[in-house]
């Protein structure tokens, strides 16, 4: 591969956030993972599963609109049959937004009964917000808040880094810090991580990175990768976007770094079209038939 070799990141303040997670799920009443619509389970952090236990879980799905949509629609399909509460949205235009707080009110109406039976029918509900950096995490949190035009703002009392937000009367977000995990095992999920930029660009080798990206897109949306470079790309990828975009450099040589950059930029800004690199379960099971 591949750009994204021997990946190790944990920085001291991811440990915290782990440790914060795992604190702070027994005050909730419902744990939101935000995920990357183009890369739905390589965007999801295998340990959150043993930090939320079994607490009711609600997936959302963000940046629909760069998102292949068959296969967001299958990733959807997949996760609801196991359990999961699903909203496809898009944060920075708002689309699907508004169906998160009557999702989370549906998934928790045997909480809420229950509430009502006691006398606590007033009490808010309270959603952790959690999702690795990248994802649209804070985009999703400061969406919720300004469309209510609530504050976001510490509480007393509240550790540094983590922030209550009232999106409604009846239900509150805990908003978390982004975590990566450990070690990336699965060097195909760190490498799509690095695609999208949840990765810093420092810590990888952008040529290598942006040549496997150009490899996967060859394979899988041939046709949107011929439409916006006008190119055959029967050789190096670079070199061939270098030469068509004009990107020399003294003696008239292909600037590969610069065509780099432009192929890693325009596929994170949706540029190239609507993509997904996490092939979903269905079309797999369709290609193997």
Not at 20 to 35: C, G, H, R, Y
Not at 258 to 267: C, G, S, T
């Amino acid at each position: 591969m591949n750009g994204a070799d021997n990946i190790q990141w944990f920085p001291g303040h991811m440990t915290k956030t782990k440790r914060l997670i795992e604190a702070d799920v027994k005050m909730v009443d419902a744990v939101a993972e935000v995920i990357d619509a183009r890369i739905p389970e390589s965007s999801r952090n295998p340990i959150l599963d043993e930090l939320v236990g079994s607490k009711p879980r609600i997936i959302i799905m963000n940046k629909c609109d760069v998102a292949d949509e068959f296969a967001t629609n299958a990733w959807k399909k997949f996760y609801e049959s196991r359990g999961a509460c699903v909203i496809v949205c898009d944060c920075r235009n708002g689309k699907g937004i508004n169906r998160f707080v009557p999702s989370v009110k549906k998934m928790l109406s045997e909480l809420i009964e229950r509430r009502k039976a006691r006398g606590m029918a007033g009490k808010a509900l309270r959603v952790m917000v959690v999702g690795i950096p990248n994802v649209g995490k804070s985009s999703f949190i400061n969406r919720m808040a300004n469309s209510k035009k609530t504050k976001v703002g510490d509480r007393p009392g509240v550790t540094r880094g983590k922030q209550w937000v009232s999106i409604d009367r009846d239900v509150e977000l805990l908003d978390m810090p982004g975590i990566l995990w450990p070690k990336f095992e699965d060097k195909d999920a760190a490498q799509k991580l690095a695609f999208t930029g949840a990765v810093k660009d420092e810590v990888v080798d952008t040529a290598a990175l942006a040549r496997a990206l150009g490899e996967v897109l060859r394979r899988d949306y041939p046709e949107l990768l011929k439409a916006r470079y006008k190119i055959a790309f029967e050789g190096d990828i670079l070199t061939e976007i270098a030469k068509a975009r004009g990107m020399l450099i003294t003696g008239g040589e292909p600037d590969t770094e610069r065509a780099a950059a432009a192929l890693l930029d325009e596929f994170r800004a949706g540029k190239i079209g609507r993509i997904t690199l996490d092939k979903p379960p269905v079309a797999e099971r369709r290609a193997n038939e």
